[in-house]
């Protein structure tokens, strides 16, 4: 069975503000062994903007004129509507439910704000540096567990003119995000993606192991 | 170790126009045991496209106006620049050797027309009806090996305003191509690009194998 790679979901539980991600991933590694050199991890950015504390309430935002207009145009929370205009670049269209934004140097449909993964009251924010993000968790786990392991920040996003949603890496930190033009971080989102579940599921996060770039 | 799967290349060798794709198949899985029921099969649509004899003959081909004007606008060879403009519903816009067209009903660069795959002077259309030929392999694969197989056709596509390819299914037979809002098929063709290689390198081919939907 050489040449064969594996993958399985990191069943971590609910991640909370304030969690450290690192141990986590690491309690949830599988026995025996736990996380080996060469692992690469995948996590949620929903899960890594949760331990980071990008929640905002949203009986403390104040909606403009603006995003009052748009939630009226496309049946949305104009607090929400709020607080996509201000993580967005621009809103390029829309439609009930959804605002289509250029935000974070891609298209991005709601801007990355969701309400589906948050706490009642609360949306999520994307995390502020999903490179960093990344790069920390990797730091972390090498000094908690000794290993070195790569890791990506992903999402699950709509390809334009198809439908459902597949996985992009929003950061990565260990390995090479694009090898002779493949996009292999995003291939590995992807990857990651079909063993992932929602957050209420409380798998945020998957081991790729025994892949060779 | 249960809930991992894998995921392994099938080295084919190179396909040919006429060869039997499920028989490649089939004597390029692991042994023992070689492909078992459950199995999800990823071929690139290059491979099939091949096998169906989908190749044109660039000597053959009389460029247009339309063809001649955006060859030189673009440094593109007229002929494939005709090919290109036959197989598209529309030219979007264009870069150096490239045009971007609306095709096969998505966005698609040279409208699928692959010159880096085919064999000297011809060039590689995508294949006629990628979900019928993802069931005729199913159906090969049946008859010959008697096991029950997915099969997914795949192609590696960029993503806009992003870098690199990723894979996304063309066609699929023998399983559900979106669950739960998820591309499923397209998250599988990614994941499949990981261990494919181009189609020089004789790998056109992947196993997914124990992934449970």
Redesign the interface.
């Known amino acids: ?1 050489d ?7 990191l069943a971590t539980g609910l991640i909370r503000p304030g969690d450290a991600i690192a141990d986590r991933l690491i309690a949830a590694a ?1 026995r025996p062994g736990g996380l080996v050199d060469g692992d690469c991890i995948v996590v949620a950015e929903s899960a890594v903007a949760t331990a980071e504390g990008r929640l905002v309430r949203l009986d403390g935002v104040k909606p403009t004129p603006v995003a009052h207009d748009l939630a009226r145009r496309y049946t949305m929370d104009p607090r929400i509507v709020e607080i996509i205009l201000q993580e967005s670049d621009a809103v390029i269209g829309g439609m009930p439910g959804l605002l289509l934004c250029r935000a974070h ?3 991005l449909p709601n801007a990355g704000v969701d309400a589906s993964n948050a706490p009642p009251g609360c949306v999520v924010l994307l995390p502020a540096n999903p490179g960093a993000s990344a790069a920390g968790i990797r730091d972390a786990i090498r000094a908690s567990a000794g290993v070195e392991v790569a890791v990506i920040v992903a999402d ?1 996003r709509p ?10 890496a929003l950061g990565c930190a260990g390995m090479a ?2 090898r002779h ?4 971080a ?3 989102a ?2 990651a ?3 992932m579940g929602e957050a209420d599921e409380g798998i945020p996060a998957a081991i790729v192991r025994w ?1 060779k770039p």
């Open positions: 069975m040449r064969w790679f594996s993958v399985s979901g599988p140097g891609t298209l699950s390809y334009p003119m198809r439908s459902g949603c597949a996985g992009i995000a694009i033009g493949r996009a292999v995003d291939c590995i992807s990857t993606e079909l063993v892949w």
